[in-house]
Structure formats: structure tokens, C-alpha cells
């Protein structure tokens, strides 16, 4: 769930994503439909997805190949495996923890106290010292894969990508799982089936961690691939008026943790207000994908070309590429209509101004800066309320009164 604003109201918004393998190339229609929300019916036109044989394609296209795992040694087991080796200091890796069982495995095998299993297993598996973005598993689904040659259907049981704070080897014991099936009986069948318990053990897993190069901000910055998508509301804007801009970071990474922009050396062109925060995720596969946004408010001081560059930076790590990088603005915003000499020498006091529903201030405020004149009000100085002062003479009067009545009430 997200709450953007729409002219500067909330606004609620739910994103439902399904993710569909192809099993064959072609064209496929995706019906239109409709759905209701508050009694508005809203539509969809529905589309075509067109779905291109791979040329590299050797396996059946129902079946995924998952080549980080040994050949098993048995028609059943269960694995921990990790999506890297090695990765950087704030660099993801994806844990996966699922149960293989071969095509031609003789035996049912069922699952029995699974939530209670899985916490004990977590518990164990989950690295300390990491910042972790977990996958919620709802339902267990058989998948087709195939290793080593041979069949086998995967089960997930637990998808998470962690994200190290440190730099020390993560050292992921075996864990073991049960489960129940039917017990071998030599005679007659009998009326209840005897079952008997099955350990299934993982093999534990190491992943090295490393530190990042020498950096002025080694440990202050984020690790990952990141673009800078930015948007301003418009941009020729009045002197003095207020404008939107947002700054979002597109990317793979750690996202719900990004820090904002830098902003750069305090400049006399513009007054920049903190930023309102944002995000969005999206797990895919064994990475999390996502959004984050960073909306100010600036008011331009003077006329001219303001480049928002000057402003703003963001530095972060590049593990693909292993070297830092920077995010720089590249919109330019043309501020201009009022009379620089006048904002330079006027020393009105300001009135407390509203800010109008588009985001721009209130016409009294209107071609001059925020700040113009607060240099020469006098903070002393309190203006008299006339219906203030009013109240408290009706106030002091009614008191006389009471102890009016008072007084001759004793005096008889």
C-alpha cells in the first residue's frame, strides 16, 4: 500500500501483482474486465502478450533448471541455498530454503507442524547483524525444476533477501525438517495407517562478505544499482511562489533504507524545505526492486536559470560496476517576474501566508522571498485584539458583580 498525494490529498493505492511463467511462444490475450471501488466501476481494456521462443532453450519449457545445487543424494532432501557467494558490505543476497522430491520418489510425504518447524529453522538461519526484506510464502506449491539431469518438484519454504551492516562472514548452519509417511506394513491391511517420521537436514552455507573501497562516506552511503527518475511540477515559477520537485531513486537495493539527497552548499537563489518520504517494493525473485521518493518544496529567491544540480546530489555504491557513483538533477527551473532590486530593499514584515491547494503561496505573499523583511521585525512588539480586550473587561465586570451581590447579602 502507498499514499501519494493528489493535490495535496491522500490518496490510497493498492498494487496486486501475480507473476506467470510462459510455457510455450505465442500470442496471448489477457481478457478485458472490470473491477468496483466505492461504487465506481473502473475498466480495463485488457492486452496482448506476445511470448518469443528462447533460442538458448534445452529443457522442456515447464521446467526450470536450478544449477547452484549439487546433484542430490537421495529422491528427497531439503536445501539452503543463496542466491551469491560473495557480496559487498549492504549488498542483498537472496536465502531460499525448499524441499526437493524426485518424480519417481515410492512415498507420500506430508507435512506436519510446518509453522512451528519453520520458526525454530528461521531462528537458526536468519543471519544477525543484517537488515532483512522477507517474501511472505502464502501457499506450498510444487514447482518442476530440474538437477543434476533428474526431475524433482521444489517446494519453497522460506524466501528472504538479507542485506549485511557488516563486514564478517555469514556462517548458516544445517537445520532439519520432519516429515510424516506412510510406515512400510508386511501382512493384512489394517484399518488405521501407521505413518513414521522423516528428518530431512540442510547442508550449512557460507557467504563471504567485503568491505567496500576507501571512500569519504565508506558506511554512510547505500550499495546497489540505482536510477535517478526526477520530476518538477513545472518550470517557469514567480519569484517567491512555492514549486514541487521530486527526487526518486529507481533501482535494485536496499530501498526502504535509502538515506535523501545531499543537499549542497546553502545558496541565497533558493530555499529548499526537508523532503516527504515515500517507498515502494517489489520482490523478485531472490532481489527486491523498488522506489523511493524524496518531495520538496522550493522557493526560488531571485531571477534567473536555477540549475537543481547545484543543489542536490546522491552518492552510492555500485557493486555491478564495484566503484561509487553519483545521482545529479539534471531539470533546470526559470525563475523570474518580480523586481530583484525591490526584494533586496524591502523591509515589510510579511503576513503569515497559507499555502494554496496546487502547492503555491497565497497572493499576499506573491513576489517576494519567505524570509524578505524578518530581519527587521521587532519580536517585542504585540498587537492589541480588540475582541481579546473586549472579553476581559466583561470578564473583570461580571466579577464586580458577584461580589456586589455578595457584599449586600451580608450587610442584611
Do not use: C
Amino acid at each position: 500500500m502507498t499514499s501519494p498525494d493528489i493535490n495535496e490529498k491522500k490518496a490510497g493505492s493498492q498494487i496486486i501483482t501475480q507473476n506467470y511463467q510462459a510455457r510455450a511462444a505465442g500470442r496471448f490475450i489477457l481478457a478485458p474486465f472490470t473491477i468496483t471501488v466505492e461504487g465506481t466501476v473502473l475498466r480495463s481494456e485488457g492486452a496482448v502478450l506476445i511470448v518469443r521462443a528462447s533460442a538458448t532453450a534445452s529443457v522442456p519449457n515447464t521446467t526450470t533448471v536450478v544449477n547452484n545445487l549439487p546433484p542430490p543424494g537421495g529422491a528427497a532432501f531439503m536445501a539452503l541455498r543463496a542466491s551469491k557467494a560473495t557480496v559487498y558490505t549492504g549488498e542483498g543476497v537472496g536465502l531460499t530454503l525448499s524441499f526437493f522430491v524426485a518424480d519417481n520418489y515410492p512415498y507420500q510425504l506430508n507435512f506436519t507442524a510446518l509453522d512451528r518447524q519453520l520458526q525454530a529453522i528461521i531462528k537458526k538461519i536468519r543471519p544477525a547483524n543484517a537488515w532483512e526484506e522477507n517474501r511472505p510464502i502464502t501457499e506450498l506449491k510444487p514447482v518442476p525444476v530440474l538437477i543434476g539431469g533428474k526431475k524433482f518438484r521444489e517446494i519453497q519454504l522460506y524466501q528472504s533477501v538479507f542485506y549485511p551492516l557488516a563486514t564478517r562472514l555469514l556462517t548458516l548452519p544445517a537445520v532439519t525438517l520432519y516429515l510424516i509417511r506412510p510406515r512400510p506394513k508386511i501382512g493384512p491391511p489394517s484399518a488405521e495407517a501407521e505413518t513414521e517420521r522423516v528428518l530431512f537436514s540442510s547442508k550449512p552455507l557460507t557467504i563471504a562478505v567485503r568491505a567496500l573501497p576507501q571512500h569519504p562516506l565508506r558506511g554512510q552511503v547505500a550499495v546497489g544499482s540505482f536510477r535517478l527518475n526526477e520530476q518538477l511540477e513545472r518550470k517557469h515559477v514567480q519569484v517567491g511562489q512555492s514549486i514541487r520537485y521530486r527526487f526518486s531513486i529507481a533501482g535494485e537495493g536496499n530501498i526502504a533504507t535509502l538515506p535523501a539527497p545531499v543537499e549542497l552548499a546553502k545558496s541565497t537563489d533558493i530555499d529548499i524545505f526537508p523532503p516527504k518520504e515515500q517507498h515502494s517494493l517489489k520482490h523478485t525473485g531472490n532481489q527486491v526492486d523498488g522506489q523511493k521518493t524524496f518531495t520538496y518544496f522550493i522557493v526560488p529567491r531571485q531571477n534567473g536559470t536555477i540549475s537543481l544540480a547545484d543543489h542536490f546530489q546522491w552518492i552510492y555504491f555500485d557493486p555491478q560496476r564495484a566503484r561509487y557513483d553519483t545521482l545529479r538533477p539534471r531539470v533546470r527551473l526559470e525563475a523570474g517576474g518580480a523586481d530583484v532590486a525591490a526584494l533586496a530593499t524591502d523591509s515589510v514584515p510579511i503576513a503569515t501566508s497559507a499555502e494554496s491547494v496546487d502547492g503555491t503561496l497565497s497572493a499576499s505573499s506573491a513576489g517576494r522571498s519567505l524570509y524578505t523583511g524578518i530581519s527587521t521585525l521587532d519580536s517585542t512588539y504585540q498587537p492589541i485584539s480588540i475582541p481579546v480586550l473586549i472579553r476581559s473587561v466583561a470578564n473583570v465586570l461580571i466579577v464586580l458583580m458577584l461580589l456586589g451581590m455578595i457584599f449586600v447579602f451580608f450587610r442584611r
